[in-house]
DNA sequence: GTCTATAGCATGATAGAC
DNA sequence: GTCTATCATGCTATAGAC
């Protein structure tokens, strides 16, 4: 709705005309200070993360931060904006059968595997995206986050030249969800009750997806 | 582990041999800065939960909330005990159905209904639990919360007569663990998604989870 | 047990030299 | 574009009267 109020202090500075992270040196700056924001994110929590912390972090001087964000929040909402784009990268096991069912296992077992190398990570996307649902103006943001998710799994359930088809788009899309569901839970409850049993709860999501990708492809 | 370390300060107050809260008075104050703080959080979130708003939202002084707690930690653990203490009073919808598969239905459902309508306060006790998970010493709180779901909600599966038989017991226990799960991946892509096709993933949550139920019951 | 007043400090943010 | 120095504010927590 009124989402350009604030969506201009994501990406541009404050200095009218000038726009910091336009040379080289520059742009690998902030993107060291997003780094540095999500490394002391992912150790501390939110509830402890403060601009100085940050630019430690990050090897960068108080000053500079703000030098390249306008306030704390747009960088949040900067490292938010560069774990969605980031995302593609962290999860570049793509299923090689032509077995949708079998597609959606390797799928979940391939996220499951790289949610557990990045524990902390996980809790901080949680974070960010809380936050930015609390943000004024950034709910979009989140909703965002989840859309890239959906698109991006909803793709790989079928192979690349059925995944053309508009029907099995939005099987897929379908699936997807419902993925994204249990490894969001199973991303929780793990956290909190640190105990290996999530194994089991990641079987059951994978026969719970393939059941219901079954379902749909029947009504289909 | 070493968790009596900072348990104390959980219950009792820093001025030895006092114990604030003791009498009527006392405790009804107690009760109501821990209302206030979970008002507080639900409606802006934990990074802008500060003690002054939340004694404004108790309507009391600032002073008195540090005489009923040592400090903001212990009082954001109490509010997350106070979530889990008034569980069994929020979800009182008991199915009454003899059929297990019926009974689960009944529950998720029952669980969603309630989530939708409190939907701030679902948010603050996922960042109530991030935040004692990321509190050195108050880790097993956010075990002992799970815990309290996963017995609470594991009853209920079956007739409270077939609930005292062992297997079914686990089995209860394995399918409300697969329930949270999906309730609570329900919650933040619901929440953060803003869409009303969550009643889609309730649905097949519920399919899911019979299934699941089934195959316990199968191999057991 | 609750109040007013305030200490003591960390925070986000800016000014201005280089 | 990065630095040092500093401001103004709001924070948690305490002191002490009532």
Chains 1, 2 share one sequence.
Do not use: C
Not at 12 to 40: D, N, Q
Not at 134 to 158: H, P
Not at 184 to 208: C, K, M, P, T, W
């Amino acid at each position: 709705m009124n989402e350009p109020r604030r969506s201009s202090s994501l990406h541009g500075g404050p200095h009218p005309g000038k726009t910091p992270g336009a040379t080289r040196k520059g742009s690998e700056t902030r993107a060291r200070i997003i780094k540095g924001a999500l490394e002391a994110l992912e150790n501390g929590g939110m509830e402890a993360l403060t601009t100085r912390k940050i630019a430690a972090s990050a090897g960068v001087r108080l000053a500079t931060l703000h030098y390249y964000f306008d306030n704390k929040e747009s960088l949040l909402l900067a490292v938010l904006e560069d774990l969605i784009a980031d995302m593609d990268l962290a999860y570049r096991e793509i299923p090689h059968s032509s077995n949708p069912e079998e597609r959606v296992a390797a799928l979940i077992r391939s996220m499951w595997r790289y949610v557990q190398r990045t524990r902390n990570k996980q809790i901080a996307q949680i974070e960010l995206t809380i936050y930015a649902l609390r943000t004024q103006g950034a709910e979009w943001l989140a909703a965002r986050q989840y859309n890239a998710y959906i698109d991006f799994y909803g793709r790989l359930v079928f192979s690349p030249d059925e995944a053309e088809n508009a029907e099995k788009s939005r099987i897929g899309r379908a699936v997807a969800r419902q993925m994204l569901i249990g490894i969001d839970g199973l991303i929780l409850q793990n956290y909190a009750l640190r105990d290996d049993a999530a194994s089991e709860g990641v079987e059951a999501l994978i026969l719970a997806t393939q059941v219901y990708l079954r379902r749909l492809l029947a009504n289909s």
